[in-house]
């Protein structure tokens, strides 16, 4: 960021802030309120797949395992102890002989069983969390093994995501899911978990106003220990000066999305922020399986663009500087990442090879992206970058931000040349990556960048090393998810350009306040002071 730049959003939240300094009141003692861009696409823990849904569903509903406060070690949730085969293709949990759900019912074997196969059987975006899941069986009332087609020693990591939550599969019958294999079809429930929760978590779910508020209060049936908030109040803030302003009026608790030049210009001695590097990053994307880009973005002409672009300058403009460069579409610091070499400009290069092509004239294209502030990057001010870079070789893009409904809408139906967005890991693993963003058959990006076309993105070898990759452990597998993220790198469709560090702002008399890599922010553990 210049200092212009700076000066004048910091002479913004000062203006702001005079303004509204002893108009707002502070936030109930008992209530926490937590500002963000809520970027829910659905409260199913089967069909939900965002942020703003990890964050809900750890609250509410609880998986099998989840993530120690390192980020990589497994600690017991629902179940109390587990264990598998030498070749990791059979999964036995145990669960907590304690545990209940909401209306106080036990959770039980069948609750997991049926939960499961739902979300393997919903065809959402979480559900290649079960993919390979050969039989899931109650062996008694508080033990379940589960079976996989093939060697998968992330599969324990997979259960710890929030998405894996176990749900009272009685209560959500009621409320028309299904778990059988019509589930994708015949399941209606969408829209009764907008205004329902059927979860074993500390918090019950309250109200729901899209684009407005999401609204939690405490399970009083809990059977662990009680959160010590009786409420819960996500409100949504679009873009970061806003939500600094309410952070300093007192107004919410816990501001999620402040990027570093904000955070640093706050002086507050109510208000604490700390700097702290995350699994997140922001991409761009080439869709080559577009109908205006089938013919132009080939491998040679993709490859060509990813030297255009200033990937230094890309963090400074984006994050002033606070954030890192990630060479391929896995999170540095997680399996096969160690020896990567990031990504660096070379404008001649990316001439000659679009001169080599026989486009040296360049061509337009056209970039949906979604219109959000995430991570501190907001996505128009990364675009913006983005087309300057583009412009040097003589490629010109269109920028439209839209609504993330649109954008979901847009993807589906090939209705984009190139997009941004963000991915922030479900659990700690390297294979969620591969499964999500490798150009293998069915994956969603074939899906999305190949659109109609798939054989222009199609790479069937990753889907070898993939399975390599799952059925070893510890360096065997660090070295294949090297191989894997390699060739990753080599499609020249995802193009990660920044991993921001994550400021964690809130008032000073909050505590608990981390980063998780599975749940992102675990609000069971925050207390007021």
């Known amino acids: ?65 989840t993530l120690g406060e390192d980020n990589q070690t497994l600690v017991p949730k629902l179940a109390l102890s587990w264990e598998n085969n030498e070749n990791f293709t059979e999964f036995t949990f145990s669960l907590n002989p304690d545990a209940v759900f909401s209306d106080g019912s036990p959770v039980e074997a069948q609750d997991v069983v049926w939960s499961f196969e739902r979300l393997r059987n919903l065809k959402g975006s979480p559900s290649f969390l079960m993919e390979g899941t050969q039989s899931i069986e109650a062996v ?24 894996t939550g176990i749900l009272n599969s009685e209560a959500a019958m009621a409320g028309g899911a299904v778990g059988d294999e019509t589930a994708d079809t015949a399941d209606g429930a969408e829209g009764w978990f907008l205004e ?64 570093a030049d904000t955070a640093q210009s706050l002086d507050n001695p109510d208000v604490v922020t700390e700097v702290v590097p995350s699994f997140n990053f922001i991409y761009f994307a080439f869709m080559p399986g577009s109908e205006a880009m089938k013919d132009k973005l080939t491998p040679q002409v993709r490859e060509a663009l990813t030297y255009a672009v200033d990937y230094d300058g890309m963090i400074e403009f984006t994050v002033g500087g606070n954030g890192n460069k990630i060479a391929a579409p896995i999170p540095n610091g997680f399996p096969g990442t160690a020896n990567l070499s990031p990504r660096s400009q070379d404008v001649e290069k990316a001439r000659s090879m679009l001169a080599e092509a026989g486009i040296e004239d360049g061509f337009a294209m056209e970039a949906v992206y979604p219109n959000d502030n995430v991570y501190g990057v907001d996505l128009n001010v990364m675009m913006q970058k983005l087309q300057q870079d583009f412009a040097q070789v003589g490629v010109n893009v269109a920028l439209k931000p839209v609504t993330y409904p649109v954008w979901r809408e847009d993807m589906a139906n090939g209705r984009a040349d190139l997009t941004a967005v963000y991915y922030a890991p479900d659990y700690y693993g390297s294979g969620q990556y591969a499964a999500y963003f490798g150009m293998t058959e069915g994956s969603t990006w074939v899906q999305r960048a190949g659109y109609n076309s798939p054989e222009t993105v199609l790479n069937p070898a990753q889907g070898d090393l993939y399975a390599q990759a799952l059925a070893a452990s510890g360096e065997d597998a660090n070295a294949k998810y090297e191989e894997l993220a390699k060739s990753m790198m080599a499609d020249n469709v995802i193009i990660p350009v920044v991993s921001p560090n994550l400021v964690l702002a809130y008032r000073s008399d909050i505590d608990g306040v981390r980063y998780s890599a599975c749940c992102n922010l675990p609000i069971a553990e925050i207390s007021r002071k």
Do not use: H, W
């Not at 008694?140 to 998405?163: C, G, M, Q």
């Not at 109200?207 to 908030?229: H, I, K, M, T």
């Open 1 to 65: 960021m210049t200092k212009t730049y700076l000066q004048k959003r910091t002479g913004l939240i000062a203006t702001a802030v005079g303004a509204l300094l002893g108009a707002t009141p502070l936030v109930a003692q008992d209530t926490l309120v937590i500002g963000r861009s809520m970027d829910v696409n659905s409260l199913d823990p089967a069909r939900a797949f965002c942020d703003t849904c990890q964050i809900y569903l750890t609250a509410v509903y609880e998986p099998l395992l």
């Open 140 to 163: 008694d009332a508080k033990t379940v093994k589960i079976t996989v087609d093939a060697p998968n020693s992330e599969f324990l990591y997979k259960v710890s995501a929030p998405y």
């Open 196 to 259: 329902n929760s059927v979860g074993s978590g500390p918090f019950v779910l309250t109200n729901y106003a899209p684009e407005d508020e999401l609204r939690l209060s405490r399970n009083d049936a809990y059977y662990a220990d009680a959160p010590a908030f009786s409420e819960v109040v996500f409100t949504q803030i679009q873009d970061s000066v806003s939500q600094a302003q309410a952070l300093e009026t007192g107004s919410v608790d816990i501001a999620m999305q402040l990027d």
